[in-house]
């Protein structure tokens, strides 16, 4: 499916995974992208090198891949499908919008093809999945009301391969 791009070139359709998630899960769909596009789109961004190849967002040791900012109220489950020669561990940096406090650091290690993790419906701890069970890591409280959680995907900074995403879906809980 080729489209054009915000300068007016020709592209793959950045939006088709989104679409085809939005089609599958309706309401409950909080954030889909396939990064089919030739650049980061729908408030993604890069800190340190990254780079959009091939349907799929590269993080080198280090780099991390900011997620648009998130609005709490109903647990959310957020899964990366990585690529198959990606490295299978990386770490979620979040911290509330305004915050000066130090982002929390949370380990994630892949279950299989994609790292996950949950966000409970007050914003106020994250659950991953760990070898014994699930492992939760408590947040600080927002510093307003309408603070949105910040969540950096990265690549560690002594990682040994690029992490490669290839889609980040995030659904909201059933009500």
């Excluded at 489209?3 to 007016?8: K, L």
């Excluded at 109220?73 to 919008?97: C, F, N, Y």
């Excluded at 900074?157 to 809980?173: G, M």
């Amino acid at each position: 499916m080729y489209y054009q791009d915000a300068a007016g070139r020709p592209s793959t359709d950045p939006d088709l995974y989104s679409r085809a998630q939005a089609g599958t899960y309706g309401e409950r769909l909080a954030l889909a992208d396939g990064f089919d596009g030739s650049a980061l789109a729908n408030g993604f961004s890069f800190q340190g090198r990254g780079q959009v190849a091939a349907g799929s967002v590269i993080l080198a040791a280090g780099a991390a891949l900011a997620l648009p900012p998130v609005k709490t109220g109903r647990g959310i489950s957020v899964t990366s499908r990585l690529g198959a020669a990606s490295s299978r561990t990386a770490v979620l940096h979040a911290q509330w919008e305004g915050s000066s406090t130090q982002a929390a650091e949370v380990p994630l290690t892949a279950d299989g093809p994609q790292l996950s993790f949950r966000i409970a419906p007050s914003g106020l701890s994250i659950t991953v999945p760990a070898p014994q069970g699930e492992r939760t890591v408590n947040l600080p409280s927002p510093v307003g009301s309408d603070a949105s959680l910040l969540l950096k995907i990265g690549n560690p900074p002594d990682a040994r391969s690029d992490l490669v995403i290839e889609s980040i879906l995030a659904l909201a809980s059933a009500q």
